[in-house]
């Protein structure tokens, strides 16, 4: 919990503040003033003097009241001796503007760790350092070095760059749109994004909360916090460098496909945050959800006075899945005396180009209280009879009273720009384009269903470590080995409920044969056991379809002498002689552990459908019930478990279960760094699961 | 070819000028006037009298002088009167800018047709009826009821909406966007975008040519002018529309997945066109080409003064497959020097948040003459220290000897207004965000390769109809069939170089064994023969695999009571028994007509491949040889053709010539309107391929 004093304090100082105007120093303290900060602000300087009709006090101890927050702008030395001071003078929470820290590597580092211990045991919490600093309109404050206070508004916005900050400030002030508060995280020494956000959450002035993240670093409190958070108030945020990190070395399928950025993504699904693509859709979608109540349903009523941009929003909105509502009976027998005769009244309802604002105010009043349309856009081009002004003040003082979202595009620049001023102050959100202002209406929907559809509950708690899963990878790792194949893997697997086909060792020919006796002589296949060999079909270990004795036996010698050959360093205890599964699909299952998240769960078709295709699904663990589930339907080729060419369903339920359970496995153990079962063959519904193949990379837990 | 006269007359005649400045008539005359156009401008309007110091004459023969372009703004009825009368005079070209033509249906379609025969038999060429008119800055032309004139400029733009005109109108001039042409096609009674393509083509004034479609009336011309217009200028269009047309009744697998989004994909990608997602991508694109050289390469450098932005942009050129330069050592010896400690020499350069424009242009001008970087974006967000105007002073007068591209991103509103008009008026494209600029360098680098690629040849020539193909197809036609079966589609896919695997016909069980021994008696398939069953597998009508006289004694027996019991109304003629063949992979090749493009080809995987992943590609006949290899490369499967897990490589040299054939058929046949080769057997490779089903619908030629 972050501690009221940081966006609401009684009092600031400013140690650092100083008369030189070229100074961060004074960019702050001069902020705190013109903003018309209400209580005592303090600034510090050794050298006294006055700032802008204040004076400077020497020292800390020369301040005459009690601080509620500081803020830092001198060198780190300094920084670490004024945090006890201040506290000492009731300081709860600091901003640490002066860069120097962690960002310079080195010595940094360790000043970096030095100030979190300093705010520790002060009792402080700090933001920073090597930041902005803050604003929130709603107190007056302006704790930053910012060009400019943006207007009061419901909209919250948090980032890691601070140069964003300063462009997103310098818009907001520009196109006047009403911001909450304003939070630069620099490098997060201390307070994450996860405080900020469970923060705002709480806050009454924060209707929307945006964020532009580069890395988070406790992806698991990040993950718990955005989905209270989520539930209460939307999250969107921009994630950047999507791209880079997407290289990892990885032995396993699963970690080939795997990456940051998968991670990143299915985190913000689970959390509920709603990912924008740019910076732009952040303010797009912002807006939307700042100026308008979320939509109850998706029926889209677009009013325009022009064909091409009508279609051009119906395009967008086909697209997204959105659909136009039909315009019922008595709708039609309200509008249509008002219209002209070439009017059109399908939707798009096209008000004609040489319509006033009087048409556009007959449409819209009609709207009002019809329960088929759950969401308006108004399109407006500028022709020769065309009222902007008007038309604007008209969809204002319309929707007022309607209750469903309405959205504006009003095409144009130099004709238009006075009726966006007008639409923005009313709280009609509008947009340069009409795609945009679908694309924000689509994001407002997306948030409303993921709302209403309530949060998965967690993941079921643990058991416990089963002790033969605890024993066969604590040998293992003794051993000092970090890749378990099927063979160890498979008592792991089956202590977390999972079967394997019925299956018997052999170490010579005649064993074999005599395995195939045991398992009732019908087909069966027989793989390489190898701790060496992971993929063993490409050293043509594997052999499909074995069902009689001679094959058997002559198997066992093609095996073995093939992985000699093409793997010549690996120690060969024996074979595998397994019975073979019909009937089933093929699928993969997979986990690999992410840096910041934790296990990253993998889900597809096996075969080329991983391989070739790519179509995957990934989540984080736990997974609930319903993120499993979703999984499954996620990938393209679901419909091949579904039922296919009157092919019998799959077991889907086991799939599910399945899931859940590697996602157990993976919490249990943070050992296992990556796992492939692959493949899963998954039976007919009600038939279950056999897993064929499995194998492990392990490492002694952090 | 259109009338020079079109866009720069001698003199123009406005027929419906009038005084009162609530009519268009008026709007018209006044914007010729204020234009500036210094030929004579002949307003007529029976009543005489005077307009803005011009005197009104009161019918066309009172005009003093010969007229070059006429603009029409009366009724339909004076517009078909005042036609021949103008062509007396001289005119080669009129705007018709009046409606109650062909939008108002009934009367409205008689009355455009009649306008159409009038302009051909006065030899006039005519743009609209239903329009804005058009602009010329150039020859200070404003023929049209625009608001206002947009700066002179070299950008081109024809829409099918006149509101669009208007809106983009407005934006041109509030944004101080120069443009060149202006264009309202209205209902295109007689000038079709083609031709306004092929004239902006040949227009020193114009070097992008933009447009706004929503349909395209013929579209074997529009493909054939774009490719010749696209490798002299880059077209970029956005298509209106997209989604409504998309669900059409098809019997066929191509005709579902078909579809006019489909062709006017497939006709752009092969006329050259760049697509614009949205209007906004479409002047983004536009200032792009505008004003900046087409790249050579495609290696960007980005210069930022903060971090996060950097790599947003940098996200969008990873995503878009744009690789970042490398910093060569020399130009790093360059301006390490001139930048601080901090700065980052890595790409994205960072010269820092304190950067003042200096740092900018010592970076910039070091850049100059370096051969391993082909593009440059400039980021700027406005910091205290940043000088934004003379940032963007550094950058244009950097950017006039660089002969590479430029683009820049200044991020925010109020402190980067008076550098954004700087960078504008020095050609500068610039954008609100990073990934618009980065978007934009993207298109113009497509637009560089494609250009360079040189365009595919056309389709060979046909060496006429096949004699058996057009017995076939004709006495199905004369028989008043629409569909043809596997039987009869053969011989027209015989005709034109397709194998078939071995088979034979049979009417009665011990013909069917018979069959079996005059084909080797090896593995077989045995196909029902009805023109009634189109779907065999869904009536029980194929059997796999028999291997012996009893098999196909009995499968004889099952196929024919199957197809009788599912589908009683099918006249059976017997079955079709063919030799197996193996180790093929199933393919789909198919034709569907579109109404606007002709034959429009679709390739894929067979099976699961195109009937649940939908992995097609599609193209419009006549194929290229290039565009037959891109289609077959284009699928997502395609790895599986290649090479997949040790399997030899299909023979894509044989899948390449079967495309073509099906074009050659598809030109060749008009009668076929959709045909289905599935499955097509693709062998290894030098092994050809062998049609296995097929099946045609056909209708009389039109």
Redesign the interface.
Known sequence: MLPGELFHPGSVAVVGATRNPEK?GY?VFSNLVQAGFPGPVYGINPGGGEILGHRLYPSIDAIPGAVDLGVFVVPPNAILEGIPRLAAKGMRAGIVVSAGFKE?GGAGVALERALREAATSAGVRVLGPNCLGLINTHASLNAS?S?GTPPKGNISFF??????C??????????NIGFSKFISLGNKADISESDIMEYLADDPDTRVILG?V?SIDDGRRFLCASRQVTCRKPVIL?K?????AGARAASSHTGSLAGSDRAYSAAFRQGGVLRA????DLFDLALGFSMQPVPKGDRLLILT?????G??A???A??LGIPLAEIPESLRGKILPKLPA?ASLANPVDVI?DARADRYRDVLSAIGGESSIDMVLVLL????MTEPEETARATVSASAGMGIPVFASF???????ESRRILTAGCIPNY??P??AVRAAHAMLRYSRLRTADFPEEGESSSGRPPIAERVIGEALAAGRRTMGEEESRGVLEAYGFSFPRHAFADTSAAAVESYRSLGAGQVVMKIVSPQVLHKTDVGGVRLGLSSEEEVARAFVEVTSSVRRLSPSAWIAGVSVQEMVAGGRELILGMSRDPQFGPLLMFGLGG?YVE??K?VAFRVAPLSRRDAEEMVREI??Y??LAA?RGSEPADEEAIVEALRRVSRLSCDFPEIQELDINPLLVLPKGKGIRAIDCRMTIAEAP
């Open positions: 961060v960019g310079i070095f060009r980032s890691q760059s601070g140069a964003l300063t462009a997103v400030l310098d818009w907001a002030i520009g196109e532009y580069e921009v950047a460098g999507t791209t880079a693509e740019t910076v732009e006075n022009a064909g091409g941009p279609i051009l119906a395009d967008t086909s697209l070439t180009g081009t500028p022709q020769a095409l144009g620049e130099a004709s238009v720009a340069p384009v795609e945009r080329i070739v295709l179509d393209k080729s419909p091949l296919y």
